[in-house]
């Protein structure tokens, strides 16, 4: 078998591989064997033992063009394996021709192709750390005092910051999607439920009823609530003292400085993880803008011929061709969505080999402790999940990947702090301009 390049257009090369006839008698064995291992039925002989030349009498040109080629793409195709080249697409067979006298397999090879990649382009953004930690601690010292509030009985009506507690019944049509289930509902402002909306101004042993209408395409749906208020309590909160605090019977917190330290620690903790994560997810989005590749036009075709057959065989095809209008703008975007996967994913590869970024056991355990609560499992059923299911590891894996690459590339990246609350203030001073 001889090889030969027949041209190369940046990452695609297209190889000749061409076979004389002593590789063609050689195919014709292995071809024959395929065909009896197959048991292929010649009326007058026994399945397995038909001789080669009455194959050949029998098929004719399809002996060669169907069955050798297929024995002589096999060999090819090791012979690929054994190189192990770096392809974006599997080997794309654009032409085999086969006779008794010779062959050819013409083989397209979509390599991945360099990329030129400046981390230092990239651009962060980070909320700032001492505002969100305050924040944070603000909001726990507001839930621990709330979740330790007085309930106090009342006999008139619901007010602000007043809990209401209520038997629910919610109807879809004649059915009862609950029926009185208890319920409790404080009473803010800003909370925008229509639940809430609805309790303030009722009383104990009123019964409020209302509707409210979702659209689902073109029906609409209605639900009906039914609420029967049952209590309304004041809510005395307690002082925000070392005194209380001593009361909650925290581990090593007698103090209210105490209590917001230790809230602050966790909302360090909670701070650099969403951060590593923002990072992460912002660097990922970027990759695309700032890499440039030398990339094929052909195989850019090649890949939106795959995605469109796999589309296809879904039975997605033509709703996707309606979403976007036409099978031009179907394609152009499956091209975007192609170049932006292949640069992220050559970034990422490209940083992960250059730092010898692996992904061990370990790191799949943290992983699995992270999600569990989120997957609504223990730890351990979380790792387990991940280990039996290859898709789900796979996304895993490629997950923890993009999150170790992302800390070495931030590191790099220009970073800007933001601050929410001087955005707020902003806001605020343009609306009142407004309204001026």
Do not use: C
């Not at 039925?41 to 080669?52: A, M, Q, S, T």
């Not at 033509?318 to 992220?344: A, T």
């Amino acid at each position: 078998m001889e090889v030969k390049e027949l041209s190369k257009d940046k990452n695609m090369i297209v190889r000749e591989y061409l076979f004389d006839k002593n590789d063609i008698a050689r195919l014709e064995d292995k071809a024959v064997a395929e065909l009896n291992r197959k048991r292929y039925h010649i009326e007058g002989f026994r399945p397995g033992r038909v001789p080669k030349e009455v194959y050949k009498l029998r098929l004719k040109e399809a002996f060669y063009e169907i069955y050798v080629a297929d024995e002589a793409i096999k060999e090819v195709e090791n012979e690929l394996d054994k190189e192990e080249l770096q392809l974006l697409l599997p080997p794309v067979i654009a032409d085999a021709k086969f006779s008794a006298e010779n062959g050819k397999v013409v083989v397209e090879l979509h390599t991945e192709p360099e990329v030129k990649f400046e981390p230092a382009k990239l651009k962060l953004r980070k909320a700032k750390e001492e505002e969100v930690l305050d924040g944070y601690v603000d909001m726990r010292v507001k839930y621990i005092i709330e979740e330790n509030a007085i309930l106090e009985p009342k006999d008139g009506q619901a007010e602000e910051s007043d809990l209401v507690k209520v038997k629910e019944t919610v109807m879809l049509g004649e059915k009862k999607l609950r029926d009185a289930e208890e319920r409790e509902y404080v009473l803010l402002k800003d909370d925008e439920r229509e639940v809430v909306k609805q309790l303030f101004g009722r009383k104990k042993g009123d019964v409020v009823e209302f509707e409210r209408t979702f659209e689902k395409g073109d029906d609409k749906i209605v639900y009906k609530y039914i609420l029967e208020v049952e209590e309304v309590y004041k809510r005395i909160l307690p002082e925000f003292t070392d005194e209380f605090v001593k009361s909650l019977a925290i581990e090593n917190v007698e103090t209210t400085e105490q209590l917001k330290e230790k809230f602050r620690t966790e909302g360090k903790e909670i701070y650099d993880r969403e951060l590593a994560e923002s990072y992460r997810a912002q660097i990922i989005d970027q990759i695309p803008e700032i890499t440039e590749i030398e990339i094929s036009e052909k195989t850019i075709e090649r890949a939106v011929e795959s995605i469109i057959d796999n589309l296809k065989e879904d039975g997605k095809y033509e709703s996707y061709v309606q979403n976007y209008g036409s099978e031009e703008k179907l394609i152009e975007e499956l091209r975007n969505y192609y170049l932006n996967m292949v640069k992220k994913d050559l970034v990422v590869k490209k940083i992960a080999e250059e730092n010898n970024i692996k992904v061990d056991a370990e790191d799949i355990k943290a992983y699995a402790e992270r999600v569990s609560v989120e997957w609504g499992v223990s730890p351990d059923r979380a790792e387990a999940i991940i280990k039996s299911r290859q898709d789900i590891r796979n996304e895993v894996v490629m997950e923890i990947v993009e999150s170790k690459v992302a800390k070495i590339l931030a590191e790099k990246a220009q970073i800007e702090e933001v601050s929410f609350k001087e955005q707020e203030n902003k806001q605020e001073v343009e609306e009142e301009k407004k309204s001026e």
